[in-house]
């Protein structure tokens, strides 16, 4: 079964900090996944794309790795901000078939 | 501005009446889809359509409809039938079925009173 998990479901940092959010998967065959953000009331905007050959991508102060492998992949937020608070959605996509699985997400909250 | 936009924003129903939810783009986009989002969920979709004239069931079609008359629009309308219809709906598309960055609109909140 085509699955996304990610985790936390939520999580509190001080404005500043660094954070790292975590996506595993189950969808096969692999074709790419992406981050997506999304602000409270808002559609979501995708921060980057990854394809099975990517390791990591970078995108201004956010960072995501992939590990095709273990079907893990990780979101960093380096010095974060409070226009930072949004939740953080993973997308994964599969060959062939047209499949997209979107993930649950993390709600992630910047405090000043 | 090149977009897609939903309206309304907020919708308020009462029990066994149908509603109409808007989406517009104007991206030249083939593909558009409808999604639910609940609480504690991945977004589910509803419907989508690779061209004008056709469109497919997506995982939770039950209670819903739509059309695709035009290019640019995409209505999904949540029937009496739909069991818990309260969710934000958002509606997306995409250069073509095969291309997966989708755009999102900002969606609308439907509550069922």
């Known amino acids: 079964k085509n699955q996304v998990e990610q985790s936390p479901q939520s999580l509190i940092i001080l404005e500043g900090k660094n954070c790292t959010l975590q996506?595993?998967?189950?969808?096969?065959?692999?074709?790419?996944l992406r981050w997506y953000k999304q602000d409270t009331g808002r559609g979501p905007v995708s921060l980057t794309i990854?394809?099975?050959?990517?390791n990591t991508k970078s995108n201004g102060r956010y960072t995501a790795t992939l590990d095709a492998d273990t079907k893990q992949s990780s979101l960093h937020i380096t010095a974060s901000q409070l226009s930072d608070s949004a939740s953080y959605i993973c997308?994964?996509?599969?060959?062939?078939?047209?499949?997209?699985?979107f993930g649950a997400g993390t709600r992630l909250f910047v405090k000043a | 501005d090149g977009g897609i936009t939903q309206s309304p924003k907020y919708l308020f129903r009462k029990e066994g009446q149908n509603v109409t939810l808007s989406c517009e783009q104007n991206?030249?986009?083939?593909?558009m889809y409808w999604y639910r989002q609940d609480p504690g969920q991945g977004l589910r979709l509803i419907y989508y359509s690779q061209i004008v004239n056709d469109f497919q069931k997506g995982d939770i079609a039950e209670g819903y409809s739509v059309s695709r008359e035009k290019k640019e629009s995409f209505p999904l309308t949540v029937t009496s039938a739909q069991k818990n219809p309260t969710a934000f709906y958002l509606c997306a598309s995409a250069a073509d079925r095969a291309d997966n960055e989708q755009f999102f609109g900002p969606g609308t909140r439907l509550t069922v009173l």
């Open positions: 996506c595993n998967y189950t969808v096969s065959p692999f074709s790419n």
């Open positions: 990854m394809t099975f050959s990517e």
């Open positions: 997308v994964v996509r599969n060959t062939g078939g047209f499949k997209t699985i």
């Open positions: 991206l030249n986009h083939d593909a």
